[in-house]
């Protein structure tokens, strides 16, 4: 079984400072790491993920991650977030083998204050 | 053109109703997911279809069954509604069955109270 858990509920940060939120997870298996965004009011959104290769992945949007596999991490980190950046944001793994079941960490809320 | 859909949005019902929630994905994908988010905002899966066959099912009370008519839907039907039910549930689509690797597409969520 695989869990996942993010250290930070909240994060608060001003406009154009950088951010870094944190998930750690355990497995006994391989796993592939995702973070998946909630803007409000809507569903999740994929940001990025670690599939295999260079550990360090990066989104569209300035977003990137980490897999530091002795430290079960995969942290996200941004130089210089935005306000549109306000969101709920959800570290998952998935077991390598078998049928995709991604197991979610708690949600890390981060605010952007102008 | 929306690609994962739900209805209704919004549900508030009695506790001891049954009720039903739809999902439609126009993705043309193999794979859909029920998802539960508590107060919490913890998300889990529930059930699983790949071509209108179920391939995960979680620890879920049986009052809780999934259909799949075709593989673009996959609705959720409450029996005995409880209170403990509230919550928001969202509905996913993946193209493939077996791929850990695929990225989810998420519906926008329906949030149930249980009065």
């Known amino acids: 079984a695989q869990s996942v858990t993010q250290l930070d509920s909240q994060v608060p940060v001003f406009e154009e400072a950088p951010v870094e939120l944190r998930c750690n997870y355990s497995s006994s298996v391989s796993v592939y790491l995702f973070w998946y965004v909630q803007y409000p009011n809507q569903g999740l959104q994929l940001l990025l993920k670690y599939l295999s290769g260079s550990t360090l992945v990066e989104s569209i949007n300035g977003f990137e991650a980490e897999f530091n596999k002795s430290q079960t991490s995969f942290h996200l980190r941004k130089p210089s977030v935005h306000i549109s950046d306000t969101a709920e944001y959800f570290c998952a793994v998935s077991a390598v083998q078998g049928a995709q079941k991604l197991v979610f960490g708690q949600g890390t809320r981060l605010t952007i204050n102008p | 053109d929306t690609a994962v859909s739900q209805t209704p949005k919004y549900l508030v019902t009695q506790m001891g109703n049954d009720k039903s929630i739809k999902c439609e994905q126009n993705?043309?994908?193999?794979?859909m997911y029920w998802y539960k988010q508590d107060s919490k905002k913890f998300l889990k899966i529930m059930f699983s279809y790949n071509n209108k066959e179920l391939i995960i099912n979680e620890t879920v009370p049986n009052r809780f069954s999934p259909k799949s008519p075709d593989k673009a839907h996959l609705n959720l039907h409450i029996n005995s509604l409880e209170l403990g039910d509230s919550a928001v549930y969202f509905c996913?689509?993946?193209?493939?069955?077996?791929?850990?690797?695929?990225?989810?597409?998420f519906g926008p969520g329906t949030r149930l109270t249980v009065l």
């Open positions: 993705l043309g994908h193999d794979t």
């Open positions: 996913a689509s993946s193209q493939g069955g077996y791929a850990s690797t695929d990225t989810q597409y």
